[in-house]
């Protein structure tokens, strides 16, 4: 399992018309082949950052079922007009314990 990291910013005044677009979006990319759960989170210092959360097969599971798809540019047109810049996106895995 790989968990891709996303840090957007917005701006300033669109963090309900983003977080309104991202439940319409959220769909989209949980029906992904390869996407095991989706998550998005909300700064509570910076209202204006959010984080998303996504569990992945694999980092190609991403890349290849997702990023160059028609399903991305969708995801995109729906949240991508509320970003202020372009997001900071990772992918991570666990560190045995």
């Known amino acids: 399992m790989v968990l891709e990291v996303a840090l957007i910013d917005v701006l300033p005044g669109h963090e309900d018309e983003f977080a309104a677009a991202y439940v319409q979006a959220r769909g989209i990319l949980a029906a992904v082949e390869g996407c095991r759960s989706v998550r998005m989170t909300r700064g509570i210092e910076t209202p204006t950052r959010f984080v998303l959360l996504v569990e992945w097969d694999s980092v190609e599971a991403h890349e290849q079922n997702f990023r160059g798809t028609e399903a991305f540019d969708k995801w995109r047109a729906l949240i ?18």
């Not at 991508?80 to 314990?97: I, K, S």
């Open 80 to 97: 991508g007009p509320h970003f202020a810049g372009p997001p900071l996106v990772e992918h991570f895995v666990d560190v045995p314990a």
